[in-house]
């Protein structure tokens, strides 16, 4: 089979298959066949296009055949391959963590815009999962100290591989939040689960990535409003928290956050022109 008739017959039969549901799903059958064959035959997309007229090897077929037949059941792109590229770095990923988005750039950005890269600025990265955002802010400024954290031992193993992959001096703990953390910090980020279970329900029966990753089980508030409980505690005079969260949840954050006495509180567009993290400061 041509290399061009193996990504025909892909498109097709994902074409006929229904978009799951999952938050990280999209329906782009040619995305998906064009980045699913440039993983099974290790060439780029230059070269697959050089080589469409030309048979594949019948190793490359039966690796193709795979990984689309479990993208067409419904299985993220990035645990097939195993990867994901967010910021600057490319990161391995599994099922034990939820899959980097570019949603969560924008909480690198606004970390990275509050201090100065020669600044000696200790951040701590909470629910760190891939340890994409603790990575790409230590990648970015190597001079600051830079700690991440999660409750899932198993997302540890996949952020201490990352840290490992890209040589950096990054410390990863087992925790519950914020307990029993080395603080005082000067920035905490956090992108906690904020999804609420109504929303999860019509989630749960395509799901791949970890629930615990995406719902505290509630309103999708409970982890935020016990993050903005406890960082004051964790906080330099004038230390700074940043939080992802739904669009649609701004409004109460805020309300919390004044309730609690953070001041300078802003807020953070997406790509989307979404707002997506919420920030104050702790005097």
């Avoid at 041509?2 to 298959?17: C, D, G, H, N, P």
């Avoid at 590229?85 to 099922?95: G, R």
Wanted: proline fraction near 8%; charge should be positive.
């Amino acid at each position: 089979m041509l290399y061009s008739e193996l990504r025909e017959w892909a498109v097709r039969l994902l074409k006929e298959t229904p978009p799951p549901r999952s938050p990280e799903q999209f329906d782009t059958p040619e995305w998906d066949a064009r980045l699913l064959l440039e993983h099974a035959s290790g060439l780029d997309r230059a070269r697959l296009f050089l080589e469409a007229g030309n048979p594949a090897p019948p190793a490359v077929i039966r690796r193709f055949r795979r990984c689309i037949r479990r993208r067409a059941a419904g299985e993220p792109i990035a645990y097939i391959t195993g990867k994901r590229a967010f910021y600057e770095l490319d990161f391995f990923v599994s099922p034990a963590v939820l899959i980097p988005r570019a949603d969560t750039e924008t909480l690198v950005e606004a970390a990275l815009d509050a201090a100065a890269p020669g600044d000696p600025i200790r951040l701590l990265d909470l629910c760190t999962g891939s340890g994409c955002v603790a990575a790409s802010v230590k990648n970015a400024r190597p001079r600051w100290e830079v700690t991440a954290s999660d409750i899932s031992a198993a997302a540890l193993r996949i952020a201490r591989r990352n840290f490992r992959q890209h040589r950096l001096e990054i410390t990863a703990y087992r925790r519950d939040l914020l307990k029993r953390l080395p603080g005082p910090y000067d920035i905490i980020t956090a992108n906690p689960p904020y999804i609420s279970e109504t929303e999860m329900t019509a989630l749960r029966p395509d799901l791949r990535e970890p629930e615990q990753a995406l719902t505290d089980g509630h309103d999708g508030l409970s982890l935020i409003y016990r993050i903005l409980e406890e960082a004051p505690a964790s906080l330099n005079r004038g230390g700074r928290l940043f939080i992802e969260a739904s669009p649609l949840q701004m409004k109460k954050i805020r309300a919390k956050m004044e309730e609690l006495c953070y001041n300078h509180i802003g807020i953070r567009r997406d790509a989307a022109n979404r707002e997506r993290v919420i920030y104050g400061n702790v005097d």
